[in-house]
């Protein structure tokens, strides 16, 4: 094994690991350790960049289980629902434009094989409802500025109001219109799309994209919103044998500090403080939010353990500083794991730059890397009564950097990585070497 002053032993300094949830994450996934590649079918073949459903028609999925079996994986991430809102199973309540089962097949696929497949399903970051259900996203209470983008493709501050609604431009996906199909083609099948470009590719994280550019929408934590999205849950459990489910975007949008100011938020916050004056600006204005949030783990941990009481709950945090997770995100880790059997920090200190582009971006990445050290010290034992599993980032990085976050960032149970699509040949080379020299087959269950 590579020496390494971080990774596990170095985390139990500062959590002591629940024994409890860390057997039940091991139940489920059948191994010691979990080696996890997470698959986000609709961004396309790079990075996470780009929205196509046409390449997510496409997807090979017998050819993916095979793929991480030769690599030693034991676990597949699916995100059968990401930010746009499409559900990628066949559903009833949802939309789903890929005319395809896509978590079927891999559920399917992966009864023959040593690979175990969970979901990730995006809850109030969606694109789709927030388009058919404009009352249900998430409302301003104060002023601020939205990006937007000019006819020439540059983008320019568009200014936002008290009960303005927050669905703006979407800041990482872009859609590709393929020459032989025009706008209105594309708009049929993604139909919160803008006839807006984002012209220029730009270094930052967050300003790599480039092509049409789609809106996005935060949902409104305390609407119909969220009955729709315990039914989908309710929905993939019934109908899909999976190992584990992950909540993704449990939270509020974590662009503005003055959301979510609807009738609805508003007039719950009155009933329960009183006082109006300290929406937006009070501790228990914050607390409200965290409940929230919290009430929403809770009914889908709840309907989820209804259906299949041995499928794993688990939801993905955002690991920043506590006042960012409280006041902006409503993401209180401690209460979540209330109702969450796992946490999975996302952490990824070489999405903010890769040495491969230079110095500069190598020394913000090294930062943020060092930051991220720190900070999950002094914060990982508000994960109590949760088990630890990290996922941190192949794509948008290189082979040293990758391993490097992946030794750090494991806490004892294993590494899931994104994404499945992008990662290049050298890095699958050193996975599976990771895995055989690092965890071995036993470890790994294989
Ligand atoms: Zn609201």
């Known amino acids: 094994m590579k020496s390494n002053k971080f990774g596990e032993d170095f985390w139990k300094k500062y959590?002591?690991?629940?024994?409890?949830?860390?057997?039940?994450?091991?139940?489920?996934?059948k191994a010691?350790?979990?080696?996890?590649?997470?698959?986000?079918?609709?961004?396309?073949?790079?990075?996470?960049?780009?929205?196509?459903?046409?390449?997510?028609?496409?997807i090979p999925v017998k050819e993916i289980i095979t793929h991480l079996e030769e690599h030693h994986f034991n676990v597949l991430g699916v995100?059968?629902?990401?930010?746009?809102?499409?559900?990628?199973?066949?559903?009833k309540i949802g939309w789903n434009p890929t005319n395809r089962d896509i978590l079927g097949e891999?559920?399917?696929?992966?009864?023959d094989s040593n690979i175990r497949i969970m979901v990730s399903m995006t809850s109030m970051n969606d694109a789709y409802q927030g388009h058919i259900y404009p009352d249900r996203v998430s409302i301003h209470g104060g002023y601020g500025y939205h990006t937007d983008y000019n006819k020439n493709g540059e983008p320019f501050k568009s200014?936002?109001?008290?009960?303005?609604?927050?669905?703006?431009?979407?800041?990482?996906?872009?859609?590709?219109?393929?020459?032989?199909?025009?706008?209105?083609?594309?708009?049929?099948k993604i139909p919160f799309l803008q006839n807006k470009i984002d012209a220029k590719q730009g270094a930052a994280r967050g300003a790599r994209g480039k092509g049409y550019v789609p809106t996005t929408s935060f949902m409104c934590p305390n609407s119909g919103h969220v009955?729709?999205?315990?039914?989908?849950?309710?929905?993939?459990?019934?109908?899909?044998?999976?190992?584990?489910?992950?909540?993704?975007?449990?939270?509020?949008?974590?662009?503005?500090?003055?959301?979510?100011?609807?009738?609805?938020?508003?007039?719950?916050?009155?009933?329960?403080?009183?006082?109006?004056?300290?929406?937006?600006?009070?501790?228990?204005?914050?607390d409200f939010k965290e409940d929230t949030i919290a009430s929403y783990g809770q009914k889908l941990s709840e309907r989820i353990k209804n259906i299949d009481s041995d499928c794993l709950v688990g939801w993905f945090s955002l690991p920043g500083p506590k006042l960012f997770?409280?006041?902006?995100?409503?993401?209180?880790?401690?209460?979540?794991?209330?109702?969450?059997?796992?946490?999975?920090?996302?952490?990824?200190?070489?999405?903010?730059?890769?040495?491969?582009?230079?110095?500069?971006?190598?020394?913000?990445a090294w930062l943020v890397y060092r930051y991220s050290i720190l900070n999950m010290k002094n914060r990982m034992k508000e994960f109590n009564n949760q088990a630890i599993l990290a996922i941190t980032n192949s794509v948008e990085c290189n082979v040293e950097e990758m391993l490097k976050q992946m030794r750090t960032f494991d806490f004892g149970l294993g590494i899931a990585l994104f994404k499945y699509y992008g990662t290049s040949k050298a890095q699958w080379k050193a996975l599976k070497k990771y895995a055989l020299e690092e965890y071995g087959l036993d470890t790994l269950g294989l």
């Open 106 to 111: 891999f559920v399917d696929a992966g009864k």
């Open 15 to 29: 959590w002591t690991p629940p024994d409890e949830f860390i057997e039940k994450t091991q139940k489920s996934f």
């Open 325 to 364: 997770t409280r006041n902006r995100l409503g993401q209180n880790w401690t209460k979540l794991g209330a109702y969450m059997d796992s946490a999975s920090p996302m952490i990824y200190p070489y999405l903010t730059g890769t040495r491969d582009d230079g110095l500069w971006w190598g020394f913000l």
């Open 159 to 188: 200014k936002y109001h008290p009960g303005d609604s927050t669905t703006r431009c979407e800041g990482e996906m872009r859609v590709d219109i393929p020459t032989e199909k025009n706008f209105s083609d594309v708009l049929e």
């Open 227 to 286: 009955d729709y999205l315990v039914d989908l849950a309710e929905e993939v459990v019934k109908n899909y044998k999976i190992e584990a489910f992950f909540a993704d975007y449990i939270r509020y949008d974590g662009s503005f500090t003055d959301i979510c100011c609807c009738e609805r938020c508003v007039s719950k916050f009155i009933k329960k403080y009183g006082d109006p004056r300290t929406i937006l600006k009070s501790n228990q204005w914050y």
């Open 79 to 91: 995100v059968i629902k990401d930010t746009d809102g499409a559900c990628l199973w066949n559903t």
């Open 32 to 58: 010691d350790k979990v080696f996890a590649m997470g698959l986000m079918p609709v961004r396309g073949p790079a990075g996470f960049r780009k929205l196509d459903y046409e390449f997510a028609e496409q």
